[in-house]
């Protein structure tokens, strides 16, 4: 899938974001658009100035990007169920897996029952080589300081468009990475369903 450009522009100041931001574990019965994907998904972890150094919507070290971002697609419109990687610098879609694997994930996420129940799941992986073999072992470190930026940018973005997202930390590595055929370089560090309020 490839997505609308990102917008610059929202109806809520920062300021408000954050006084707002919280985490949401209950969705509306209401499918995820194309715009609302690619704008959570840029503010993520997107391009925000191309050129030499691609600069992403968050810092990192030597702007050397170790991070992916995953979605596990279930009710998103015009896209099929299934695994896709973004692509940051074609803020596109590039599919890994096929599939409604929105239950199976709940079930590795310590039978978590309410994600399966969001439109969409973004999973932060991080690739420790990458950025170890210029700072060692601290580069380790530096991938948990990218992975919370990114999950506050992802808080930040989704309060703004009327959508809610959690951050989910519990789950099993090794079967999620199983579940979801990702590399064997990419770890998971977040896992967070999102899907729009239910106001109800």
């Known amino acids: 899938m490839q997505f609308p450009e990102p917008s610059m522009e929202g109806p809520l ?15 509306a019965d209401e499918p995820l658009t194309p715009d609302s994907l690619g704008q959570i998904l840029w503010a993520t972890y997107g391009v925000s100035e191309e050129g030499p150094w691609n600069r992403r919507t968050v810092p990192s070290p030597a702007a050397m990007y170790p991070m992916e971002l995953y979605v596990v697609a279930g009710d998103v419109e015009g896209l099929e169920p299934g695994v896709y990687r973004y692509e940051a ?11 409604d694997l929105r239950e199976e994930l709940a079930e590795v996420c310590m039978e978590q029952e309410w994600i ?9 992986t991080a690739a420790f080589d990458r950025i170890s073999q210029k700072f060692g072992e601290r580069g380790v470190a530096y991938t948990f300081f990218e992975a919370g930026h990114m999950a506050q940018n992802c808080y930040l973005q989704a309060e703004a468009l009327g959508l809610g997202v959690t951050a989910v930390g519990a789950f099993k590595e090794e079967h999620l990475m199983e579940l979801l055929e990702l590399p064997p370089e990419h ?10 309020k239910d106001f109800e």
């Open 116 to 124: 399966a129940k969001a439109p969409a799941i973004l999973v932060i």
């Open 13 to 27: 100041s920062v300021e408000t974001a954050l006084a707002n931001r919280r985490s949401i574990r209950e969705f």
């Open 187 to 196: 770890n998971p560090m977040i896992v967070m369903p999102i899907g729009w």
């Open 89 to 99: 610098l074609g803020h596109s879609l590039e599919e890994v897996e096929e599939g």
